[in-house]
C-alpha cells in the first residue's frame, strides 16, 4: 500500500523512524486506535465490495468520507468517537490508495486487515514534537527514542505496532533537494544466489545467509509453537520469539544491503543491473526460499534513492539481455549454459569465465550499447558486435 505526500519543487520526502515508547495506559489508547482503524478499513472494504457486486459502479472516497461521518453518530459506533477522526479518515485514503495500486496493477486486490499482523496509523496534523516527547491526538505525550535529529519540515507521522510487541513512530519530512552532480565510473553489477553481488570490476560481495543461521533456532521455536493451544500463554510466548527472531534476520538484512548501496552510489556515477522477474523466479520452489532470503527487490530500491541522494544514476537493462551466456570477449552466445556451471570455457576463443563477473561484465555492454532486446532468442553478429565496441577501452565514460 502507498502513500504519496505532496511536497513543494526543489523538495524531496525523507523519512525517519524512531522507537516509541508509551506507557501502559498510552498502549490501551493505541490499541483501540489501531482497532478503529483496522475496523474502518475492513468495513468500507466491504462495503465497496458489496456495492459493486449490486450495482456495478464502486465508491469514490468523498462518499464514504460522508458515510463514516454518518456511521459514527450511529448510536452502535459511538465508540469510533474516542480515537483520532484523523486516523480514521486515513484508513479511507489507504483503501482507495489500494484500489489504485490494484487497477494499475501494482499490487493484488485489497485484502481485509488482520489483528495480529503489524498495526499502524497515520497522523498527517494535530501532533507536536517537543524535547524527547511527541503529542498524538487523544493519547497525549509519548516518549520517543530520537537517536539521530528529525530533518526538514514534519509534514505527516505513522506509529506503528510489530508482531513483537514493538512501537515505532515514522516522520515523514519535506527536505530541500540536495540536486547532486552526477561524476565518476559507470559498473554493471550482477546479483546471485552464491555471491550476493559481482560488479564489472571485479568486486565481489558475498552473501551473509542470515536466514540460514537463524533457521535452527526457528525451526525450535515453530514447533513449540505448533503445539502450543492458539491463544494460550505458551503460544504467545513462542509466537513473539519467532517473530523476533524473523525481525533480527530482517534488520541483519537490511543493514547490510544499506551499508553496500551506499558504498556503491558513492564510488560510482552509474550502475546498472538485470532487471529480474523476482515474482515469476520464487516459482521454483528449490530456490524460492534462496531468492526471498537474497531481497535483490529491496537492494534495488535502496540502489535507486540512495543514487538520487549522491549522485548515482542507476538503471536496469533489458530483462532478455543474455548476460550470463554471452562471451564478454568474442560475443559467442553458450546456449547449453545451465544454472550449476559457475565457470565455463567460451569454445570461440578459449577465455574461462567466471558465470557471475562475465554477466555483470555484459550487463555494462549492454547498458552502454544501449541494447533492448525483444526476446530470449539468439543474437546477432551486430549486437555482439555493439558489445565489443562498448567493452573496448575508448568507449565512452559516463560523466
Not at 200 to 222: I, N, R, V
Not at 246 to 251: D, G, Q
Not at 293 to 312: I, N, S
Not at 359 to 370: D, E, P
Request: charged letters at 25%; glycine letters at 6%.
Amino acid at each position: 500500500m502507498t502513500y504519496e505526500t505532496k511536497r513543494l519543487p526543489g523538495t524531496i520526502n525523507k523519512a525517519y523512524k524512531y522507537q516509541l515508547r508509551p506507557n501502559k495506559e498510552q498502549q490501551g489508547l493505541l490499541a483501540k486506535a489501531f482497532g478503529c482503524a483496522r475496523f474502518v478499513y475492513n468495513y468500507f472494504l466491504n462495503l465497496s465490495i458489496d456495492t459493486y457486486q449490486k450495482t456495478k459502479k464502486g465508491q469514490s472516497y468523498e462518499d464514504q468520507a460522508k458515510l463514516l461521518v454518518a456511521l459514527k453518530k450511529n448510536p452502535e459506533y459511538e465508540w469510533l468517537k474516542e480515537v483520532p477522526s484523523q486516523t480514521l479518515q486515513q484508513s479511507l485514503i489507504n483503501l482507495r490508495a489500494a484500489y489504485t495500486n490494484f487497477f494499475k496493477k501494482r499490487a493484488k486486490f485489497p485484502r481485509l486487515k488482520k489483528k495480529h499482523n503489524k498495526q499502524s496509523i497515520r497522523f498527517p496534523q494535530g501532533f507536536k514534537v517537543e524535547g524527547d516527547f511527541v503529542y498524538l491526538p487523544k493519547i497525549g505525550w509519548v516518549r520517543v527514542n530520537f537517536h539521530r535529529p528529525v530533518e526538514g519540515k514534519i509534514k505527516s507521522l505513522t506509529v506503528s505496532k510489530t508482531k513483537t510487541g514493538e512501537y515505532f513512530i515514522s516522520f515523514v519530512c519535506e527536505v530541500e533537494d540536495p540536486k547532486p552532480e552526477y561524476c565518476g565510473g559507470e559498473i554493471g553489477i550482477d546479483v546471485g544466489l552464491k555471491t550476493f553481488a559481482v560488479t564489472s570490476d571485479g568486486e565481489f560481495f558475498d552473501k551473509p545467509h542470515y536466514l540460514k543461521k537463524a533457521e535452527t533456532s526457528l525451526a525450535y521455536w515453530q514447533r513449540r509453537m505448533s503445539r502450543r493451544q492458539r491463544g494460550s500463554s505458551g503460544y504467545e510466548k513462542a509466537r513473539v520469539k519467532v517473530a523476533k527472531l524473523h525481525k533480527k534476520v530482517a534488520n541483519q538484512r537490511s543493514d547490510y544491503q544499506h551499508k553496500l548501496s551506499r558504498y556503491l552510489v558513492e564510488h560510482n556515477g552509474a550502475i546498472y543491473l538485470e532487471d529480474l522477474n523476482v515474482k515469476g523466479m520464487v516459482k521454483n520452489h528449490k530456490l524460492a526460499k534462496s531468492i526471498s532470503d537474497a531481497a535483490w527487490g529491496q537492494f534495488t530500491r535502496f540502489l535507486a534513492y540512495k543514487g538520487e541522494w549522491y549522485g548515482c544514476w542507476v538503471e536496469k537493462i533489458d530483462r532478455f539481455a543474455p548476460s550470463s551466456k554471452l562471451c564478454s570477449i568474442c560475443g559467442f552466445k553458450n546456449d547449453e549454459l545451465t544454472l550449476n556451471d559457475r565457470e565455463w570455457v567460451c569454445p570461440e576463443c578459449g577465455t574461462t569465465h567466471d558465470r557471475d563477473y562475465n554477466a555483470a561484465v555484459n550487463i555494462l555492454a549492454f547498458a552502454r550499447a544501449g541494447t533492448a532486446l525483444d526476446n530470449a532468442g539468439g543474437v546477432g553478429v551486430s549486437l555482439a558486435n555493439s558489445v565489443q565496441s562498448a567493452l573496448k577501452p575508448e568507449a565512452p565514460i559516463f560523466r
